[in-house]
């Protein structure tokens, strides 16, 4: 007789080197208290709080209505990596071809495919602290070894290049740089991109520079390491529609990189995804050619909550924040409160109804320090910031 016993589930060893992203978990805990009655304001999660625009929605249905609803190349769809082509050469000024392109679906798997195909065991990766939690773990999940290079609020949370080439070895396979931050919102410089191309010089090692947040900058410009004369052959360029025109739900990210390397990453969408979703590449199209005064919208609503919500921080006790230069988040110092970034976060959560994540949900260079999302209206910013302040005035 068959035996339908519980047995021990026995998977990989490779597993338990697999992190997470600790804003989806903290989600659902926010979300399980809003079931009990709770208000609660959501500064966790890192998207927009805008709808996608109209003309791009429309694109996307219309692409469903034209039959766009079967498969296409795993590397993505031609007329897509044609305007993303065209795209990436006038914005960061190289010569960009679509063989050079892959479309995937959202930015994560240009990440993940990245490490997948060139890091392996004895190998390093050199990637920014506190930073997206997906860098670190991947590069454990392959079995290199994740070297963190310590981003540094006296630098405006950008990194000091000398500690980086300090790192660089023999060993060194990749460096993962990220500008604008998550989550600290740092912008490297010209001068900081120059100085990381000069510290890797003519070493045989990748950058994989994620861009997701190039057009979601509020002081100074974007700056791409991809521009720098032979640098461009050793970039994968990570980009994507999720931030730039809220298209998170959309899915749909793209790297761009040399044309042997774009062949094997698109061999791993043949094995994982198969392929991005054809409707949503269409409405890709019309993001990156329509009318772009959406994102100029948005880019100036999130500085105005960003404004707000770094003038509210400051006045609180114990806290301390930075203006971040780009993309949607503040991060400010709380080591005056006494209180560990985890337990303090938990308590805003529990006690006062605002939803934000540890610094250390972005690895352990975090300690010290909150990570707040701006995507949400004004009027709940001030909310969360009065909410916080009230805490402050009772626990600290």
């Given at each position: 007789?068959?035996?339908?016993?519980?047995?021990?589930?026995?998977?990989?060893?490779?597993?338990?080197?697999?992190?997470?992203?600790?804003?989806?978990?903290?989600?659902?805990?926010?979300?399980?208290?809003?079931?009990?009655?709770?208000?609660?304001?959501?500064?966790?999660?890192?998207?927009?709080?805008?709808?996608?625009?109209?003309?791009?929605?429309?694109?996307?249905?219309?692409?469903?209505?034209?039959?766009?609803?079967?498969?296409?190349?795993?590397?993505?769809?031609?007329?897509?990596?044609?305007?993303?082509?065209?795209?990436?050469?006038?914005?960061?000024?190289?010569?960009?071809?679509?063989?050079?392109?892959?479309?995937?679906?959202?930015?994560?798997?240009?990440?993940?495919?990245?490490?997948?195909?060139?890091?392996?065991?004895?190998?390093?990766?050199?990637?920014?602290?506190?930073?997206?939690?997906?860098?670190?773990?991947?590069?454990?999940?392959?079995?290199?070894?994740?070297?963190?290079?310590?981003?540094?609020?006296?630098?405006?949370?950008?990194?000091?290049?000398?500690?980086?080439?300090?790192?660089?070895?023999?060993?060194?396979?990749?460096?993962?740089?990220?500008?604008?931050?998550?989550?600290?919102?740092?912008?490297?410089?010209?001068?900081?991109?120059?100085?990381?191309?000069?510290?890797?010089?003519?070493?045989?090692?990748?950058?994989?520079?994620?861009?997701?947040?190039?057009?979601?900058?509020?002081?100074?410009?974007?700056?791409?390491?991809?521009?720098?004369?032979?640098?461009?052959?050793?970039?994968?360029?990570?980009?994507?529609?999720?931030?730039?025109?809220?298209?998170?739900?959309?899915?749909?990210?793209?790297?761009?990189?040399?044309?042997?390397?774009?062949?094997?990453?698109?061999?791993?969408?043949?094995?994982?995804?198969?392929?991005?979703?054809?409707?949503?590449?269409?409405?890709?199209?019309?993001?990156?050619?329509?009318?772009?005064?959406?994102?100029?919208?948005?880019?100036?609503?999130?500085?105005?909550?960003?404004?707000?919500?770094?003038?509210?921080?400051?006045?609180?006790?114990?806290?301390?924040?930075?203006?971040?230069?780009?993309?949607?988040?503040?991060?400010?110092?709380?080591?005056?409160?006494?209180?560990?970034?985890?337990?303090?976060?938990?308590?805003?959560?529990?006690?006062?109804?605002?939803?934000?994540?540890?610094?250390?949900?972005?690895?352990?260079?975090?300690?010290?320090y909150l990570r707040f999302s701006v995507a949400n209206s004004i009027e709940n910013i001030e909310k969360a910031l009065d909410r916080v302040d009230d805490w402050a005035k009772k626990n600290l």
């Amino acid at each position: 007789m068959h035996k339908a016993a519980h047995e021990e589930l026995r998977l990989a060893k490779r597993m338990a080197r697999l992190g997470t992203e600790t804003a989806f978990e903290v989600l659902v805990k926010a979300k399980a208290l809003e079931a009990q009655g709770r208000g609660i304001i959501h500064l966790e999660i890192g998207e927009p709080d805008f709808d996608t625009p109209r003309n791009i929605v429309d694109a996307g249905c219309d692409a469903l209505h034209k039959g766009f609803t079967h498969y296409g190349p795993s590397a993505g769809l031609m007329e897509l990596r044609q305007v993303i082509a065209q795209y990436v050469g006038e914005t960061r000024r190289v010569n960009v071809t679509p063989e050079e392109v892959v479309v995937v679906p959202g930015g994560k798997p240009i990440i993940f495919f990245t490490i997948l195909a060139l890091a392996e065991e004895g190998d390093e990766v050199i990637y920014p602290n506190p930073g997206f939690p997906i860098y670190e773990s991947m590069i454990n999940y392959v079995g290199a070894k994740a070297v963190p290079v310590r981003l540094r609020e006296e630098l405006d949370f950008r990194l000091d290049v000398n500690e980086l080439a300090a790192l660089i070895n023999d060993r060194t396979k990749l460096i993962i740089l990220n500008s604008p931050q998550n989550p600290t919102g740092g912008v490297l410089e010209k001068k900081d991109i120059d100085a990381i191309a000069r510290a890797i010089g003519d070493r045989n090692i990748a950058v994989l520079s994620d861009e997701i947040y190039s057009r979601l900058i509020f002081d100074g410009e974007h700056h791409s390491i991809m521009s720098i004369d032979g640098m461009k052959e050793r970039t994968i360029l990570l980009d994507g529609f999720s931030k730039t025109y809220a298209m998170t739900g959309w899915r749909m990210g793209y790297g761009v990189m040399r044309p042997d390397l774009a062949t094997h990453i698109a061999r791993l969408m043949t094995n994982s995804s198969s392929c991005t979703a054809s409707f949503t590449q269409i409405a890709g199209i019309e993001a990156l050619c329509g009318p772009q005064e959406s994102v100029d919208v948005m880019r100036a609503e999130f500085q105005k909550r960003r404004d707000i919500m770094v003038a509210g921080l400051n006045k609180i006790k114990g806290f301390s924040c930075r203006l971040p230069k780009g993309a949607f988040y503040v991060f400010p110092n709380i080591t005056k409160t006494g209180w560990p970034s985890k337990k303090l976060a938990d308590a805003l959560l529990d006690d006062a109804g605002v939803a934000a994540l540890s610094g250390t949900a972005f690895g352990d260079f975090g300690e010290g320090y909150l990570r707040f999302s701006v995507a949400n209206s004004i009027e709940n910013i001030e909310k969360a910031l009065d909410r916080v302040d009230d805490w402050a005035k009772k626990n600290l």
